[in-house]
């Protein structure tokens, strides 16, 4: 084994799941010769691969096995339990690793982009050239103390750069980064996440062991998979930061899908943190001294060897070759090797499922355009795989997660499978399935709204940018000393060739007193005072109410001065006109509008 051998083990070690690209850069090696020399510690047994399987270009991700570990501690004269555990390479870290493998793939691409054209993002202003050492690792975590209380902060991966003269004068400068991966945040409770881990870092910077530092803190980039998910970071934080009356982190965000290709991370539509603002991430970092780092960004393993350790069972591997596990009843018992098994198009269905509960088999199709038939045969496949399960509602059958499709999410979000669900340890459901069921017919015309939206969208050759329920549309704000909140049953963009409209629908079932009604649109008109919408740098959304029938739509109007006075754009109409002729037709009511006039003011919302 030669020098190029034992560098790519220890790499790998600190390192898991590398392609022959990432450590061709990480070693400075051509990237053939880095295959060659896999190929033979493949065959030697020191080094295994595995190969996520729905991808457009599919790539070999490498890996230490047992021998491999052993081997390497043995050089190091350290414990192989140890040393394994301390970098992830153990049985554990890797499952973990290859649960998480989309946001994996996203942050090494992003990582390798950042490093790769550091050296001329990086130069001196009079053009020299530096000489840079870099170091990153996965899943940084810390521990702090904050008012009596220990509490830890995460970023899924951080990069530090350290950037010195050709010449050697002086230590140089370090550049840090914090990296957060949104692997598919898109449940109901989900913008707690962003919340909590948003907090912890202000928290973090505002602790007593950072007051020498404070300035210092590293700067924060988020990876989000859609344009949406930008606006849903950034709300969170402006939240969070109002909360704690804290000015904001230092960061930006960028929406990247995990099948893009890049060259250069440098050079990607990032946008602030704190604001709607274009940003150059190069412009964010600040050069610290090396004291001024978070701890345990460098993570070391000082363990000697143990008598007898060497032979204990550190890595199982074999995890593409490893059959998939099966439970009594004859479905799979593990979510760890999911995400190297399911397509892109299964995961898109599974994260749909997640996002909106209680789908039916038609409204899936319409969401994700695919065929009735494909759809069907899609669900089914998932359904005798053990992923989804139907539920047998007042409005037919629907798909909801089943125990396993929960524990994928739950270990793809790197989060406590208790986040995601309610119930027993035998009986788990996904959190909010219950309210829905029990509200099923509310539910259900929200969900052909939105399915037929996009059919009608995709016939008139526009689309719908995205939409989202439930309390992702929820705005809370602070004003006069109060908290205020704004909680639409939907909203959506809709994008035509030449413009994009927001909206807000409101699904009226004729339950709700007179009282709740005014009171509702009340909010509305606060909310339009309060240009709170403003902050969000976008335009007002127009507001479209869906009633049962004419004697409701006519009793909304009377209550809807409020909506008219603040100056919000509303329309109505009922559930009747909305089946027979769609949401885009001109069916659409002013509150304005007389009984006299109702026949002739009806209008298509989108003019």
Not at 117 to 143: F, K, M, V
Request: net charge positive.
């Amino acid at each position: 084994m030669d020098r190029s051998d034992e560098q790519m083990l220890g790499w790998l070690l600190r390192h898991p799941l590398q392609r022959d690209t990432d450590l061709a850069l990480a070693l400075g090696i051509h990237p053939t010769t880095v295959y060659r020399h896999l190929v033979r510690l493949e065959q030697a047994g020191v080094v295994e691969h595995v190969t996520p399987s729905g991808k457009t270009h599919r790539q070999r991700w490498y890996y230490l096995t047992n021998a491999g570990v052993q081997d390497v501690a043995a050089k190091q004269g350290a414990s192989p339990v140890a040393l394994a555990r301390t970098f992830g390479a153990d049985e554990s870290g890797l499952l973990r690793l290859l649960a998480r493998m989309p946001v994996v793939e996203l942050l090494q691409q992003v990582i390798t982009g950042l490093v790769a054209h550091a050296p001329s993002i990086l130069a001196y202003p009079n053009g020299e050239r530096p000489q840079l050492t870099w170091h990153w690792q996965r899943d940084w975590r810390h521990s702090f103390a904050s008012k009596g209380r220990t509490l830890h902060c995460r970023a899924d991966a951080v990069l530090v750069v350290q950037r010195a003269l050709q010449r050697g004068d002086g230590p140089g400068d370090y550049y840090a980064l914090l990296l957060l991966a949104d692997s598919g945040l898109t449940g109901q409770n989900d913008h707690q996440i962003m919340q909590q881990r948003l907090e912890r870092l202000l928290r973090y910077r505002e602790s007593a062991e950072r007051t020498t530092h404070f300035q210092a803190m590293p700067t924060i980039a988020v990876l989000v998979p859609h344009l949406h998910q930008q606006e849903r970071w950034r709300h969170a934080g402006q939240e969070v930061c109002t909360t704690l009356r804290l000015d904001p982190l230092r960061g930006a965000v960028v929406a990247l899908s995990p099948s893009q290709r890049l060259d250069s991370a440098w050079v990607l539509p990032w946008k602030g943190l704190e604001s709607d603002a274009p940003c150059r991430l190069q412009d964010l970092l600040l050069p610290t001294a090396l004291e001024a780092l978070p701890p345990d960004f460098f993570p070391t393993m000082a363990d000697s060897a143990i008598p007898g350790e060497r032979t204990r069972l550190v890595i199982k591997g074999g995890y593409a070759r490893r059959p998939k596990q099966v439970g009594a009843k004859g479905k799979q018992s593990a979510p760890h090797l999911l995400s190297l098994h399911l397509s892109e198009r299964q995961q898109a269905l599974l994260h749909l499922v997640y996002a909106a509960p209680l789908l039916s088999t038609v409204e899936i199709a319409a969401l994700c355009a695919l065929a009735p038939a494909t759809a069907t045969r899609q669900l089914y496949d998932l359904h005798r795989d053990g992923y989804l399960e139907r539920q047998q509602t007042k409005r037919g059958c629907c798909w909801r997660l089943s125990c396993l499709g929960l524990r994928w999410m739950a270990a793809l979000l790197d989060v406590s499978i208790q986040h995601l669900t309610q119930g027993t340890k035998d009986a788990l459901i996904q959190r909010g399935v219950p309210l829905l069921e029990r509200t099923i017919q509310h539910t259900a015309g929200i969900y052909g709204f939105l399915a037929h939206l996009h059919c009608d969208a995709r016939a008139q050759g526009h689309q719908v940018a995205w939409w989202e329920t439930g309390s992702w549309g929820e705005r809370r704000y602070h004003e006069h000393g109060a908290w205020h909140s704004l909680r639409p049953d939907a909203a959506f963009a809709y994008r035509t060739g030449s413009a994009q409209i927001l909206a807000w629908l409101e699904w009226d079932e004729g339950t709700m007193t007179g009282g709740a009604l005014a009171a509702k649109f009340r909010a509305y008109a606060q909310y339009l005072h309060s240009r709170e919408w403003a902050k969000e740098m976008r335009p007002l959304p127009l507001l479209l109410i869906v009633t049962p029938e004419p004697g409701q739509e006519r009793r909304l109007q009377g209550l809807s001065g409020p909506l008219v006075a603040a100056g919000l754009r509303a329309f109505l109409t009922t559930a009747t006109r909305l089946a027979d002729q769609g949401p885009i037709a001109p069916i659409w009511l002013p509150p304005s509008a007389t009984p006299s006039e109702a026949a002739a003011s009806r209008q298509s919302w989108i003019e």
